[in-house]
């Protein structure tokens, strides 16, 4: 069973960047779609960034623009680039399938600060 866990994750002010990571110990080439989701304090994980098999991306409008994801099957990892970060983007960040299906790790913590 693929287990999942992400870093990357830190304190940085607001304007700053950050790459989160998302190793996987299993194999994730076959699965078709994989995504950075983030939940902040008391509100609903919300799924932020999408990527397909061949390449293809979605992103929720909030971080357009300003959010890349990335994978590397060979490596099995996941990214996601975060530029012009906002404190509104302060959250723990997972990684997972989309839609999920594979038990949630342990997050990364990123932290803007105004």
């Known amino acids: 069973q693929v287990q999942l866990v992400e870093s990357g994750g830190g304190l940085v002010q607001a304007g700053g960047s950050l790459r989160l990571s998302c190793a996987a110990s299993?194999?994730?080439?076959?699965?078709?779609?994989l995504g950075w989701y983030r939940q902040a304090p008391g509100k609903q994980r919300e799924l932020v960034a999408t990527?397909?098999?061949?390449?293809?991306?979605a992103y929720v409008d909030s971080v357009k623009g300003r959010f890349t994801i990335s994978r590397d099957n060979a490596k099995n990892t996941v990214y996601l680039q975060m530029n012009s970060l906002k404190p509104e983007d302060t959250a723990v960040y997972y990684c997972?399938?989309?839609?999920?299906?594979?038990?949630w790790g342990q997050g990364t913590q990123v932290t803007v600060s105004s």
């Open positions: 997972n399938s989309v839609p999920y299906q594979i038990p």
């Open positions: 990527i397909a098999k061949r390449g293809d991306t």
């Open positions: 299993g194999i994730i080439v076959n699965i078709n779609s």
